[in-house]
């Protein structure tokens, strides 16, 4: 079994908390909700959620923050000043959330978490709970409704879970839970959320957190494709 146990490093005081994030492009993200949007109207959303997701998270102060980037870093440099970029490295999704998580586990931390850009209005308290139950346990995860997950974390590296994913398909999350089931990982489901992909799933993201800035910009700047 390929695992990193770092329980003999030093611990920091916090765990540390990786945003996958790409360079908001058009037609290089969120191309799932083209048409409607044009890609154009994609990248610009997506560069407003990120923007909530890294201030959220910022706010918390109860973990260190990186962004795990895909693109220029000058570009992450000037819009995310003072926020650690860690590029991202890997032939595929899989690969590259793993070296992730086992970058910052052989760094010291004890617990290494990682989200996406796309679910901005992400409670806090469920990364607070990953956090807690990484104290207990090997890996946790956040379910998302189409499928997949919106958070995991690790407190020991398991890169099985990374391996032979059908990634960006509503088979990720069934094929994470039958690894942690083959390979007896100790781990954790809590709570679903759900990030956007998706018409429908925008949609309920309108609904669930209006008051959140993304929400507002979306009403304020694409409401012909809401109505």
């Known amino acids: 079994m390929d695992t990193v146990d770092n329980k003999r490093k030093t611990p920091f005081k916090k765990p540390i908390l990786g945003i996958f994030a790409k360079q ?13 949007l044009s890609f154009v109207e994609a990248a610009d959303l997506y560069r407003v959620s990120l923007e909530e997701t890294v201030a959220r998270m910022q706010a918390a102060g109860c ?7 895909l693109g220029e870093r000058r570009w992450f440099e000037q819009s995310f000043p003072g926020v650690r970029l860690i590029e991202q490295s890997g032939v595929d999704l899989g690969e590259r959330m793993a070296n992730a ?4 586990l052989r760094q010291g931390y004890r617990q290494a978490l990682l989200i996406g850009s796309d679910a901005p209005d992400l ?3 469920l ?17 998302a409704d189409d499928g997949g997950y919106v958070l995991i974390g690790e407190a020991r590296h398991h890169s099985q879970l990374f391996e032979d994913i059908s990634w960006s398909s509503p088979k990720v999350l069934a094929e994470t839970l ?21 018409l429908p799933s925008l949609q309920l993201f309108l609904r669930r957190s209006p008051q959140c800035r993304t929400a507002e910009y979306l009403r304020h700047n694409l409401t012909q494709h809401f109505s």
């Open 24 to 36: 908001p492009l058009a037609g290089k993200c969120k191309t799932r909700l083209c048409p409607p």
């Open 63 to 69: 973990f260190d923050l990186a962004i795990c980037y």
């Open 101 to 104: 998580l086992q970058g910052f």
């Open 123 to 125: 409670p806090l308290s």
């Open 127 to 143: 990364v607070e709970q990953a956090i807690a139950g990484l104290q207990k346990t090997e890996v946790v995860l956040v379910p």
């Open 178 to 198: 039958e690894k942690i089931e083959q390979y007896e990982i100790p781990a954790l489901l809590l709570d679903g959320w759900e990030d956007f992909d998706d």
